[in-house]
């Protein structure tokens, strides 16, 4: 008997997804979505909506005064986490040459590799799900109203009030990071249950910070499994469910509303005529599907969000081709799911994501982990910008966008091809901004020897 996996044999799921061979076999790939739809003749694929980002929007602002007191480092920025949009020109002129490919438009970098307070993108989902919790628990205990000044909750009355409860998170390094950090600042008791991939510099750091880091030799799904699970046994405990937690994916919704008033403030226009293309690198998909959520609910049909993977670590690309989402995993088709990109080392996707977005991502790129070192160390070298090898997984997209057949087939289906000179590609940085100095300085030194 021939093994099925989610239903078929192999061999028919190659029938039906030509590109499969080449993923199973690690090789590149860039996957154009045939199930992307107009946002324009559909609501979006869930009960999610533009008001539910505005209220985590508005949530935030409420918790500004609180977090620039406690954090010094955003106290000029009003306690907003924000990163900067800058754009990389001499980077662009870089990726030319590297791979003797014209990228028509413009490349911006989205530096959330340098977002206050845990360096990541996670500084947006996971501070926002715990901010959350903290508001739940201390108005419910009517110690606290949301027309309160937040600043308030740096008192020790409500330290003592979040030690009696616990929060929990398995995590590849960079959630384990925000949550722990502001679990722990708030006072709670933070547990995160670290997979096999994770750094020992992440996990030296949360016991720094007061976090209880507890060591599994399993990948990211059994790590996250271990926290569910243990969490379920305590009712004082709340688990940051990176699968499928609809609030850590608000919280990276945000994210859209912010962009367009930098783009705007920029004078970037994004209309019909100026597309704008999104590359995010994913992992199990929360990070880049709550941003894709939020960019498609403020700029509609006109941004393209693709999303970057290891070769080795295809989850969300699987997950969106065989349309079968967490039912699938790149075990089960023989890929062994081992990347040096911190975060990106998963094998099975959101099925939350997945499920919500499927006709809103616009593809899926992968690339190998030895091109990632010496594309940080050329952003290094023309932008000054350091971020962490993942972070820059997403750089390959504009390349491949012109130079695939994939890419080109999405250019010419959406009728793209004469408006590619006025675009702006955003490529999304999504870590670095706290590895420590001589960890970053062999990521460099690894650049120059690949
Ligand atoms: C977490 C992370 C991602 C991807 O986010 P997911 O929510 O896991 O898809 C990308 N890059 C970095 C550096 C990350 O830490």
């Not at 959330?112 to 500084?123: R, Y």
């Not at 295809?314 to 997950?319: E, N, S």
């Not at 940080?376 to 000054?384: Q, V, Y």
């Given at each position: 008997?021939?093994?099925?996996?989610?239903?078929?044999t192999?061999?028919e799921?190659?029938?039906e997804c030509?590109?499969?061979?080449?993923i199973?076999?690690?090789?590149?790939?860039?996957?154009?979505?045939?199930?992307?739809?107009?946002?324009?003749?559909?609501?979006?694929?869930?009960?999610?909506?533009i008001?539910?980002?505005?209220a985590?929007?508005?949530?935030?602002?409420?918790?500004?005064p609180y977090?620039?007191?406690?954090?010094?480092?955003?106290q000029?920025?009003?306690?907003?986490?924000e990163?900067?949009?800058?754009?990389?020109?001499q980077?662009q002129?870089?990726?030319?040459?590297m791979?003797?490919?014209?990228?028509?438009?413009?490349?911006y970098l989205?530096?959330?590799?340098?977002?206050?307070?845990?360096?990541?993108?996670?500084?947006?989902?996971?501070?926002?799900?715990?901010?959350?919790?903290?508001?739940?628990?201390?108005t419910?205990?009517?110690?606290l109203?949301?027309?309160?000044?937040?600043?308030?909750?740096?008192?020790?009355k409500f330290?003592?009030?979040?030690?009696?409860?616990?929060?929990?998170?398995?995590?590849?390094?960079?959630?384990?990071?925000?949550?722990?950090?502001?679990?722990?600042?708030?006072?709670?008791?933070?547990?995160v249950h670290?997979s096999?991939?994770?750094?020992q510099?992440?996990?030296?750091?949360?016991?720094?910070?007061g976090?209880?880091?507890?060591?599994?030799?399993?990948?990211y799904?059994?790590a996250?499994?271990?926290?569910?699970?243990?969490s379920?046994?305590?009712?004082?405990?709340?688990?940051?469910?990176d699968?499928?937690?609809?609030?850590?994916?608000?919280g990276?919704?945000?994210?859209?509303?912010r962009?367009?008033?930098?783009?705007?403030?920029?004078k970037?226009?994004?209309?019909?005529?100026?597309?704008?293309?999104?590359?995010i690198?994913?992992?199990?998909?929360?990070?880049?599907?709550?941003?894709?959520?939020?960019?498609?609910?403020v700029?509609g049909?006109?941004?393209?969000?693709?999303?970057a993977?290891?070769?080795?670590?295809?989850?969300?690309?699987?997950?969106?081709?065989?349309?079968?989402?967490?039912?699938?995993?790149?075990?089960?088709?023989?890929i062994?799911?081992?990347?040096d990109?911190?975060?990106?080392?998963v094998?099975?996707p959101?099925?939350?994501?997945?499920?919500?977005?499927e006709?809103?991502?616009?593809?899926?790129?992968?690339i190998q982990?030895?091109?990632?070192?010496?594309?940080?160390?050329?952003l290094?070298?023309?932008e000054?910008?350091?971020?962490e090898?993942?972070?820059?997984?997403?750089?390959?997209?504009p390349?491949?966008?012109?130079?695939?057949?994939?890419?080109?087939?999405?250019?010419?289906?959406?009728?793209?091809e004469?408006?590619?000179?006025?675009?702006?590609?955003?490529?999304?940085?999504?870590?670095?901004?706290?590895?420590?100095?001589?960890?970053?300085?062999?990521?460099?030194?690894?650049?120059?020897?690949?």
């Amino acid at each position: 008997m021939t093994t099925k996996i989610a239903g078929k044999t192999l061999e028919e799921w190659k029938q039906e997804c030509p590109l499969l061979g080449q993923i199973m076999a690690t090789e590149e790939v860039f996957w154009a979505n045939s199930q992307l739809e107009s946002c324009n003749n559909r609501t979006i694929n869930t009960q999610l909506g533009i008001t539910d980002i505005e209220a985590a929007e508005q949530r935030l602002l409420r918790f500004a005064p609180y977090l620039a007191k406690v954090f010094p480092e955003i106290q000029e920025k009003n306690g907003i986490i924000e990163s900067k949009l800058v754009p990389i020109p001499q980077m662009q002129q870089k990726l030319t040459e590297m791979y003797k490919q014209d990228i028509e438009g413009t490349l911006y970098l989205k530096c959330d590799s340098h977002l206050p307070i845990s360096g990541s993108v996670k500084a947006r989902g996971g501070i926002y799900e715990i901010l959350k919790v903290a508001e739940e628990i201390a108005t419910k205990h009517n110690m606290l109203s949301l027309s309160d000044d937040y600043s308030v909750l740096s008192e020790e009355k409500f330290r003592n009030l979040f030690s009696n409860y616990s929060i929990v998170v398995g995590s590849t390094g960079n959630l384990g990071l925000s949550i722990g950090i502001m679990s722990a600042r708030l006072g709670f008791k933070v547990i995160v249950h670290m997979s096999s991939d994770a750094k020992q510099w992440k996990k030296d750091l949360l016991r720094q910070k007061g976090a209880v880091v507890i060591e599994h030799n399993t990948d990211y799904g059994k790590a996250v499994a271990a926290g569910r699970q243990q969490s379920q046994e305590d009712p004082k405990s709340h688990f940051v469910d990176d699968e499928n937690s609809s609030t850590l994916f608000l919280g990276y919704a945000v994210a859209a509303k912010r962009l367009q008033k930098q783009l705007l403030d920029m004078k970037i226009p994004v209309d019909q005529e100026h597309p704008l293309f999104v590359y995010i690198p994913c992992g199990v998909g929360g990070a880049p599907g709550g941003i894709t959520f939020g960019l498609r609910t403020v700029f509609g049909d006109n941004v393209h969000c693709f999303y970057a993977e290891p070769t080795h670590s295809p989850a969300m690309l699987l997950g969106l081709m065989t349309r079968k989402h967490d039912e699938v995993s790149a075990q089960q088709f023989g890929i062994d799911n081992i990347t040096d990109a911190d975060g990106l080392a998963v094998g099975r996707p959101s099925g939350f994501v997945g499920k919500t977005l499927e006709k809103d991502i616009s593809g899926v790129f992968t690339i190998q982990d030895e091109r990632l070192y010496p594309i940080l160390r050329n952003l290094a070298d023309t932008e000054g910008i350091f971020v962490e090898p993942s972070a820059v997984a997403g750089f390959i997209g504009p390349v491949q966008l012109f130079a695939s057949a994939g890419g080109k087939e999405y250019l010419k289906r959406n009728c793209l091809e004469q408006k590619m000179k006025n675009t702006s590609h955003i490529l999304w940085a999504t870590g670095g901004g706290m590895v420590p100095k001589d960890i970053m300085d062999n990521f460099y030194q690894k650049g120059a020897n690949s």
